[in-house]
T-cell receptor, first 114, second 114 residues
């Protein structure tokens, strides 16, 4: 069975500092990995995905994520956080060999302090 | 292009009633998936439709059903509502049924069961 873990419910960071939101996964076969962001009373917005190739993936709004196969991790990063980045972040995974349903982590609330 | 739209945005029902939620995918997208989001269980996959056929179903009781029309619009129905069905129901569309395809989410329908 697939699973995704986001070990931190809450991450606080000062504006201008780098941020990291952690994600680890467990899927059989080759994983496809995604990050989504959710603002209050909104749906999920796609940030970036890893399918294959370069382990460092660049996405929307200056976010990037690093795929590490040996550690089965896909951490979300941004060099300089903005107050407007404050939101709920979800990591999701799907196995290339499985039925097409996303398995989500429990979410991490990011708060960027001015 | 217009994004995924969901109607209604908010619903209040009482136990025992039934409800129908609607989702219009992004123009040209043929796959529609439904997810339930609750504080306790997080994001859980309900089902996926592609070309009017249900391709995959999550672990939900038979009270939850759906369908897809020839124009790719989808409806989800919940019969005999229970208090625990209170949730944000999210619809996601993607171009095709590829596992590597990005799913784009609508704003959701907030269902409250009293």
């Amino acid at each position: 069975a697939q699973s995704v873990a986001q070990p931190e419910d809450q991450v606080n960071v000062a504006e201008g500092n780098p941020l990291t939101v952690k994600c680890t996964y467990s899927v059989s076969g080759n994983p496809y990995l995604f990050w989504y962001v959710q603002y209050p009373n909104r749906g999920l917005q796609f940030l970036l995905k890893y399918i294959t190739g370069d382990n460092l993936v660049k996405g929307s709004y200056g976010f990037e994520a690093e795929f590490n196969k040996s550690q089965t991790s896909f951490h979300l990063k941004k060099p300089s956080a903005l107050v407007s980045d404050s939101a709920l972040y979800f990591c999701a995974a799907i196995s290339s060999g499985s039925a097409r349903q996303l398995t989500f982590g429990s979410g991490t609330q990011l708060t960027v302090l001015p | 292009k217009a994004g995924v739209t969901q109607t209604p945005r908010y619903l209040i029902k009482t136990r025992g009633q039934q409800v129908t939620l609607s989702c219009s995918p992004i123009s040209g997208h043929r796959s529609v998936s439904w997810y339930q989001q609750t504080p306790g269980q997080g994001l859980q996959f309900l089902f996926e439709y592609f070309s009017e056929t249900q391709r995959n179903k999550g672990n939900f009781p038979g009270r939850f059903s759906g369908r897809q029309f020839s124009n790719s619009r989808s409806e989800m129905n919940v019969s005999t509502l229970e208090l625990g069905d209170s949730a944000l129901y999210l619809c996601a569309s993607s171009l095709d049924a590829s596992t590597r395809g990005v799913q784009f989410f609508g704003p959701g329908t907030r269902l409250t069961v009293l």
